[in-house]
């Protein structure tokens, strides 16, 4: 099922602050009249002499070779049609912005105002000196072929239509690899194909490119058959015409081997599914409905290997998985086009990345405890860090081997490190985590939900299936914030812990905590008394299991939020002591910094003890931790007290965890620049890689430092991440925006799912035993 998606929130996103989805950035230093005489006059005229000189310098002295223009006229947006370039303008950018996370291409959108073919294409030849390679995006079918193919011959830069060859690509990888595990070959498998616009023509002029028989296709379009009987069909279409007598999809299916759509949803039964081959596959792209549901289709044939458009069933044939890639290793040699060579030299990369085996962190962000090459994962998932480094070089190497690229690479090894060092290995944590999230919802108890803020966060995570919001407060007063705020939440539960409905909880969970705590200062009356406030409250009920993790803190002071959850839940097995810890999302990748909220001024010992726990949960998203234990000096430099109290505490980590990548005191600008360090303290364990880690020696530094990062660097964050507790609960702080507070939830219930899974591993384990 489709997330609801709340229309006011799309809105909002486009246009609160800086209206749009894009803006452009300075990638030199313009702070002083010096750097602004070199940017521009009289500094600019070196490199303009250059180029004018050697037009090829203009890839040396500009942004050209890592800019892509995505351009369109509006003419078929998503499912929307023909709404014209402004309104296929929000689109556009969004393209950019995929570019830019998944491959750190910088892109302009540019919408023209135009369907005439030799307008458009005059228009794009002429801005063929600004751009290093042309996305064609959302342009009708037949006029984006006429575009596309007079772009290509007259210029030389790499150009691609993505609606057509985007799905064409990664199609033809799902069906190899598809094709291999049922053991049949291409050149002998029948085709039927719903649907004959740009995206279904180029995939079955790529599927013969592969091999495939054009005289094995059956295709459809909205007015029937594509047979030889017909006038009406182009060039292209022809080489496609059937000269079997069937007219209707239901026929054409019999016995055949692999049906593609590219159509309209629903169109498919399961009758029809049944009537097909041994192993049949069965490719059903279209949005948001596909032409057969995941479940009509497996459940009628339980043979059957199936891919659709939707992020929610396996096999997702996303176009994500194949521009950002492609336009990159074309960049990088600066290919003059985008030929056949390189498409299947993209199709064969990820075909063979889906049979090598799948990272950690790619079976954290999906949820999986092991993807393996089969039936329900044929293509990799568009979140698989080695996508760019994979895909790229093959694009790359097949235009050099074709002849079409202009420059070269000779250091394969440089080249794939040097990809993954623009975005980081670890760069999409924030993707991941709530890709996990969602795929295992957990019950969240929202402590403060008379707040609005608080609402509106537990409608975004329950329309986003990220959680299932269980609301503490007086109903009455929660259900008229939410009538007065426009705010649904379908499946909240609304819980006041005063009400007389639960009187009889109250006693029982007082009853629990009396005994938890009836020799540390509760008697049975103030026990019983105590669950009248919601934190006390709230924390029971993840205590009891009635609820899986606990938010709160945004309106008290973070003291009077930890107290009931020690108190209630406490600690996990072996964990001395609790921390706070934020995720700064960077560019270098994430930063985990500790501790930011709880210990005020901790000793050498627990400096250590809340060094390890941050370890532990770094590992627990699958990064190996390089730990920097920050301070004002390096490496004995000072002999101040909370110097050496940090190099202490760094002995002592490294007698308890030896394995463990961890240094200090160090100061913070010196753990990050490893240049220096080399120089300096080339004994130091930092040197080999990047810092991901700060540990701070008291509770101000940390404070400090993340409200900085985040305020004034701009960076977004998660946190603070409560640490050491034996159940999830995660504190707030104080005016924590919407945002915020849905990124705290994501990590509850990624939380929430590592700790219910190693309970239920431990007590499998106590039952065998």
């Known amino acids: 099922?489709?997330?609801?998606?709340?229309?006011?929130?799309?809105?909002?996103?486009?246009?609160?602050?800086?209206?749009?989805?894009?803006?452009?950035?300075?990638?030199?230093?313009?702070?002083?009249?010096?750097?602004?005489?070199?940017?521009?006059?009289?500094?600019?005229?070196?490199?303009?002499?250059?180029?004018?000189?050697?037009?090829?310098?203009?890839?040396?002295?500009?942004?050209?070779?890592?800019?892509?223009?995505?351009?369109?006229?509006?003419?078929?947006?998503?499912?929307?049609?023909?709404?014209?370039?402004?309104?296929?303008?929000?689109?556009?950018?969004?393209?950019?912005?995929?570019?830019?996370?998944?491959?750190?291409?910088?892109?302009?959108?540019?919408?023209?105002?135009?369907?005439?073919?030799d307008e458009f294409v005059r228009v794009v030849k002429a801005m063929e000196p600004t751009f290093g390679g042309i996305n064609l995006e959302d342009i009708k079918s037949p006029e984006c072929f006429a575009i596309e193919d007079r772009l290509r011959r007259e210029l030389k830069i790499p150009i691609m239509h993505d609606d057509q060859h985007g799905t064409a690509i990664i199609s033809s990888a799902a069906l190899l690899n598809a094709l291999d595990l049922v053991k049949k070959k291409i050149g002998k498998v029948k085709f039927v194909v719903n649907g004959a616009g740009a995206a279904a023509m180029a995939c079955v002029r790529l599927y013969a490119s592969l091999g495939a028989n054009p005289a094995n296709f059956i295709m459809f379009d909205k007015d029937g058959v594509l047979n030889k009987q017909r006038t009406d069909l182009d060039e292209m279409k022809q080489q496609f015409a059937t000269s079997s007598k069937v007219n209707t999809l239901a026929e054409a299916l019999k016995g055949a081997d692999v049906f593609v759509g590219l159509s309209v949803g629903n169109v498919v039964t399961a009758e029809m599914v049944k009537s097909m081959a041994k192993n049949p596959v069965v490719f059903a792209m279209a949005n948001p409905d596909p032409e057969i549901p995941w479940e009509t289709a497996t459940q009628a044939r339980p043979d059957v290997?199936?891919?659709?458009?939707?992020?929610?069933?396996?096999?997702?044939?996303?176009?994500?998985?194949?521009?950002?890639?492609?336009?990159?290793?074309?960049?990088?040699?600066?290919?003059?086009?985008?030929?056949?060579?390189?498409?299947?030299?993209?199709?064969?990369?990820?075909?063979?990345?889906?049979?090598?085996?799948?990272?950690?962190?790619?079976?954290?962000?999906?949820?999986?405890?092991?993807?393996?090459?089969?039936?329900?994962?044929?293509?990799?998932?568009?979140?698989?860090?080695?996508?760019?480094?994979?895909?790229?070089?093959?694009?790359?190497?097949?235009?050099m081997e074709s002849g079409v690229a202009q420059g070269q690479i000779t250091?394969?090894?440089?080249?794939?490190?040097?990809?993954?060092?623009?975005?980081?290995?670890?760069?999409?944590?924030?993707?991941?985590?709530?890709?996990?999230?969602?795929?295992?919802?957990?019950?969240?108890?929202?402590?403060?939900?008379?707040?609005?803020?608080?609402?509106?966060?537990?409608?975004?995570?329950?329309?986003?299936?990220?959680?299932?919001?269980?609301?503490?407060?007086?109903?009455?007063?929660?259900?008229?914030?939410?009538?007065?705020?426009?705010?649904?939440?379908?499946?909240?539960?609304?819980?006041?812990?005063?009400?007389e409905e639960m009187a009889a909880k109250r006693h029982h969970f007082g009853e629990l905590f009396f005994r938890k705590r009836q020799r540390k200062g509760f008697n049975l009356y103030e026990a019983k008394k105590i669950m009248r406030e919601r934190n006390y409250f709230g924390c029971m009920m993840v205590e009891t299991g009635e609820a899986d993790a606990l938010i709160s803190g945004l309106t008290r002071k973070y003291p009077d939020t930890i107290r009931p959850a020690l108190q209630v839940i406490g600690m996990e097995e072996g964990a001395k002591r609790v921390a706070g810890m934020y995720i700064i999302n960077t560019k270098r990748g994430p930063l985990f910094l500790a501790d930011t909220t709880v210990n005020f001024n901790p000793t050498a010992e627990e400096l250590a003890d809340i060094t390890l726990l941050v370890a532990k949960?770094?590992?627990?998203?699958?990064?190996?931790?390089?730990?920097?234990?920050?301070?004002?000096?390096?490496?004995?430099?000072?002999?101040?007290?909370?110097?050496?109290?940090?190099?202490?505490?760094?002995?002592?980590?490294?007698?308890?965890?030896?394995?463990?990548?961890?240094?200090?005191?160090?100061?913070?600008?010196?753990?990050?620049?490893?240049?220096?360090?080399?120089?300096?303290?080339?004994?130091?364990?930092?040197?080999e890689g990047d810092v991901n880690t700060m540990i701070f020696p008291n509770l101000a530094a940390g404070n400090v430092a993340y409200n900085l990062l985040q305020e004034v660097a701009g960076f977004d964050s998660i946190g603070p991440i409560l640490l050491?507790?034996?159940?999830?609960?995660?504190?707030?702080?104080?005016g924590s925006t919407v945002r915020q507070i849905v990124n705290v939830v994501l990590i509850a219930v990624v939380d929430a799912q590592t700790k219910c899974c190693k309970t239920e591993e431990k007590n499998g384990k106590k039952k065998n035993s």
């Open 411 to 499: 250091d394969w090894e440089a080249y794939k490190v040097e990809l993954n060092n623009r975005l980081g290995l670890d760069n999409q944590l924030f993707r991941v985590i709530g890709s996990k999230a969602r795929k295992d919802p957990r019950r969240v108890v929202f402590a403060e939900a008379d707040n609005i803020k608080i609402l509106k966060a537990a409608q975004v995570v329950s329309d986003e299936d990220i959680a299932i919001p269980i609301l503490l407060g007086n109903e009455k007063r929660i259900r008229q914030l939410m009538e007065e705020n426009g705010i649904e939440i379908d499946n909240a539960q609304i819980v006041d812990p005063k009400s």
């Open 724 to 734: 050491g507790m034996k159940k999830p609960v995660h504190i707030l702080q104080l």
């Open 617 to 687: 949960e770094v590992r627990q998203f699958n990064i190996t931790p390089r730990i920097a234990m920050v301070s004002y000096s390096n490496f004995g430099s000072s002999q101040t007290p909370e110097a050496l109290l940090v190099s202490q505490a760094r002995k002592i980590v490294k007698q308890k965890d030896p394995t463990l990548i961890v240094d200090g005191e160090i100061q913070a600008a010196m753990a990050f620049n490893k240049e220096i360090l080399q120089d300096n303290y080339p004994f130091s364990e930092l040197i």
């Open 305 to 399: 290997i199936m891919a659709t458009g939707r992020s929610d069933y396996p096999n997702q044939v996303n176009n994500v998985l194949g521009f950002p890639y492609i336009f990159r290793g074309a960049l990088d040699v600066r290919a003059t086009q985008i030929n056949e060579a390189m498409k299947l030299a993209a199709v064969h990369a990820l075909a063979e990345l889906a049979k090598s085996p799948v990272p950690d962190i790619v079976n954290l962000a999906y949820n999986e405890r092991n993807l393996v090459f089969g039936a329900n994962y044929i293509i990799p998932k568009p979140l698989d860090p080695r996508l760019l480094s994979t895909v790229a070089p093959a694009v790359a190497k097949a235009a």
């Open 1 to 117: 099922m489709a997330r609801k998606l709340n229309k006011q929130d799309a809105l909002d996103y486009h246009s609160q602050g800086r209206p749009g989805k894009i803006e452009v950035i300075p990638t030199k230093d313009t702070k002083t009249q010096w750097d602004l005489s070199l940017a521009y006059s009289p500094g600019v005229a070196e490199p303009c002499k250059e180029i004018a000189r050697d037009v090829e310098n203009v890839y040396k002295y500009t942004a050209k070779g890592n800019l892509v223009a995505v351009i369109s006229n509006g003419t078929a947006v998503l499912g929307l049609g023909d709404i014209g370039p402004e309104a296929g303008k929000p689109v556009m950018e969004g393209k950019g912005v995929l570019f830019k996370i998944f491959a750190d291409i910088d892109v302009f959108d540019i919408e023209l105002n135009t369907k005439d073919v």
